[in-house]
């Protein structure tokens, strides 16, 4: 409709206004672009925070908590069975784990956490197509891959090291003489690290190249488990039937194997998995074995990515 002064009012038909411009100021980000170190980084601390149900719903720390508290607690026990075997007179228990056996006491909590944190640090990026916002600034595709990768290796490490500092702390305290404990625990350090180093590396590296092949988290979760336990299932039946040169070809195949292998290298002790000491697997072939399939994953994790569609 148009008024005696010519001007157009709303409610006139086709003329009729349909929107505004209106200047806002817009202006450019011209503060610090702190660049891919920064952007590798802050996806390490968001991964690790991840992992262990931080920033996350309740229930999400239930398990890495499970994982955390379940370990150090044994080894909390093991110290306080120590003191007080000292306090009656009873000397050492020879039952109790030490360093190198407690490794292989813990063993089934670091595969617990990478089969159920892996297919939630990598599934949800591809269901909900969030990884071209991840690689259209600085952060490169290995590096997305090997930050999640060194955060989970990371966050098993710790699940590792804490009954490990546990028992240390407690055998220092526990003893009067406090520089030789000192001593004498410091030289089992290096061993521990690099236990630690392969117990932490090898199953982050298999878990997550499994779950960056399976979107679906539950069937992720489950090769996750299959690839730990049917392999060793298997070892075990061959090695019991004595199928010469076969039993010693499978049992490097078992991961759960190879890891104790590599545990018993570093400390110089023999194997404690039953199947590994059944063969003529030296620990040394079990630690490269076990290395080799760490390194393998972590490539697989790493192609995959070089390829994903984002």
């Not at 590296?205 to 690839?227: E, H, N």
């Not at 070892?235 to 040169?245: E, F, K, W, Y």
Request: aromatic letters at 6%; glycine letters at 10%; one cysteine or more.
């Amino acid at each position: 409709m148009t008024s005696s002064d010519g001007v157009v009012r709303p409610g006139g038909g086709a003329s009729s206004p349909t929107g505004s411009i209106y200047d806002i100021g817009y202006r450019g980000y011209d503060g610090p672009r702190l660049g891919r170190r920064h952007a590798v980084a802050a996806l390490f601390r968001h991964s690790l925070r991840s992992v262990f149900g931080i920033g996350r719903p309740a229930r999400a720390k239930i398990l890495p908590l499970v994982c955390l508290a379940i370990p150090a607690l044994i080894a909390t026990v093991v110290v306080g069975m120590t003191a007080l075997a000292a306090r009656v007179g009873a000397g050492e228990i020879g039952l109790l784990p030490g360093h190198a056996e407690l490794v292989g006491v813990v063993s089934a909590f670091p595969t617990i956490l990478v089969a159920a944190q892996a297919p939630e640090l990598l599934g949800r990026d591809v269901r909900y197509r969030v990884l071209t916002l991840y690689f259209s600034r600085a952060l490169l595709r290995v590096d997305y891959a090997l930050s999640r990768l060194a955060a989970l290796a990371t966050a098993v490490a710790v699940v590792l090291l804490l009954p490990q500092v546990i028992l240390s702390v407690g055998a220092i305290l526990l003893t009067p003489d406090v520089s030789g404990a000192l001593g004498r625990e410091l030289a089992y350090w290096p061993a521990i690290l690099g236990s630690t180093l392969v117990n932490a590396f090898v199953p982050a590296a298999l878990a997550l190249a499994l779950a960056s092949l399976i979107v679906r988290r539950a069937y992720a979760t489950a090769a996750i488990f299959g690839v730990f336990i049917i392999p060793g299932i298997v070892a075990a039946i061959i090695v019991a039937l004595d199928l010469g040169s076969a039993s010693r070809q499978i049992v490097l195949l078992d991961i759960g194997a190879v890891l104790d292998g590599a545990n018993a290298w570093f400390f110089g002790i023999s194997a404690t998995n039953e199947t590994l000491a059944k063969t003529d697997v030296p620990t040394w072939e079990a630690l490269v074995a076990a290395i080799v399939a760490g390194a393998g994953a972590a490539a697989v994790l790493v192609q995959r990515y070089r390829t994903v569609a984002a």
